[in-house]
């Protein structure tokens, strides 16, 4: 009998404890929800992929969010590097700043009474300049990403209405750039060693022209490397032939001015927000310039991607596996498992379409015997009408 209680006791002691220990662990999950989303990609051509934003604003220029909270956004949105580019020569809420933030205006300044020249975008500013310190934003965005581990690139936008904007990246002193002419402002960020990238470019529906004069003669100099195909929602494909054929970089930036969160509703669900992929051996300063130099970069949006065509087809083949699984009397029923997070859209065998998503499998028909299944990605450009054709061999 006494044997017997003891039993139940040790029996009773056991289901206790264990669940109390699901319980704990119910409470670990339940406390932990605010996790980084992770965006899984291959290595391809032997570099891994990283994720960049390389256009926000923040309440510096004319955003509604402070630099940490940008690095706070990327991190949880699974990106690995942003820049903040605020703009030099509009920034709306300057004269508010002034009251708190007395090191935001540059020293030999501080005796200044009220913000002044804070929208310079089409004019000229008078004679007391640009009184803020431009370097601040970045500095600030760069003490919580190093917190966080997520790079932080310095960067500015140089914002001149009718003449476009364009970002420096890779800059060195954003208080050393700023000159009332455009083309010398560009000049002083190359100076730096500064990486140019021309933002959302207009082009004239009446004369048909890809982009203004004054931005051609730009180009033609030399003092643009690389091309925003994508800002926010905006797909510029008049000039997706000429940005991969020229050689420029293309880049896909939310420019976001106020919360990603309500720029981009559900992002992280169906698609994410924009990002430049970039394929670099390393997520440091030195390397990722190396890459955006020699153009290894995808612009990504809306699960649309941009890049040369090598890059494009090295991307989608080390995603998927393919192989042939069943057969009937006329198909074969192939496979194919998409290892990454992004989703691909496939035509095949002439008119066939598919799509497999983001670490799913879909089922293909293909003709029986086919010893080279060609497919050709729909959703990646190398040109405003050009996708990349895979081939990838088949047998039973
Ligand atoms: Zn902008």
């Known amino acids: ?26 409470k670990v999950f339940d406390n932990n929800h605010n996790q980084r989303t992770e965006i899984i990609l291959p290595k391809v051509m032997g570099y891994n992929v990283y994720k960049a934003d390389f256009h926000l604003h923040t309440i510096y220029s004319d955003g509604d969010v402070t630099p940490a909270m940008r690095v706070n956004e990327a991190w949880f949105d699974g990106l690995d590097i942003i820049s903040i580019t605020d703009h030099m020569e509009y920034r709306r809420l300057e004269r508010e700043m002034f009251r708190y933030m007395k090191d935001y205006i540059r020293p030999e300044l501080r005796n200044e009474p009220k913000a002044v020249n804070t929208n310079v975008l089409n004019t000229d500013p008078d004679e007391r300049g640009l009184l803020v310190d431009f370097n601040v934003s970045y500095e ?9 581990g997520l790079l932080v690139v310095r960067g500015v936008e140089i914002t001149r209405g009718k003449l476009g904007d364009y970002n420096a990246l890779f800059t060195k002193d954003n ?11 560009i000049r002083n960020a190359r100076e730096q060693g500064a990486f140019i990238i021309h933002n959302h470019p207009q082009f004239s529906k009446k004369t048909k022209s890809t982009m203004p004069p004054h931005c051609e003669d730009f180009y033609a100099k030399g003092l643009i490397d690389g091309i925003e195909v994508i800002n926010s929602y ?3 494909d008049r000039l997706f032939d000429y940005c991969i054929e020229g050689g420029y970089t293309p880049f896909s930036n939310s420019d976001a001015h106020n919360l990603i969160a309500l720029r981009f509703p559900n992002a992280g669900k169906d698609y994410f927000r924009n990002m430049t ?30 890049g040369k065509e090598e890059l494009l087809s090295e991307l989608f083949k080390e995603s998927v596996t393919v192989e042939v699984v069943g057969e009937d009397s006329k198909r074969w029923k192939v496979r194919i498992t998409n290892h990454s997070s992004l989703p691909y859209s496939l035509r095949w065998e002439g008119k066939k379409e598919g799509a497999v ?19 050709t990605v729909t959703n990646m450009f190398y040109g405003k009408e050009k996708s990349p054709v895979v081939s990838f061999k088949l047998k039973k």
């Open 1 to 26: 009998m006494k044997r017997f209680n003891l039993l139940i006791v040790a029996l009773l002691a056991t289901v206790f404890s264990a669940s109390a220990q699901l319980s704990a662990v119910r």
């Open 140 to 148: 600030s965005a760069k003490a919580k990403g190093d917190e966080m």
């Open 175 to 185: 208080n050393a750039l700023y000159d009332p002419n455009l083309e010398t402002t």
């Open 234 to 236: 905006n797909f510029y």
């Open 277 to 306: 992929l970039i394929l670099a051996e390393r997520c440091d300063e030195q390397s990722i310039h190396e890459a955006l130099k020699a153009g290894r970069t995808i612009a990504y949006q809306a699960n649309m991607l941009i």
């Open 357 to 375: 998503f983001g670490q799913s499998s879909a089922l293909l028909n293909v003709k029986k015997g086919t010893k080279e299944l060609d497919i």
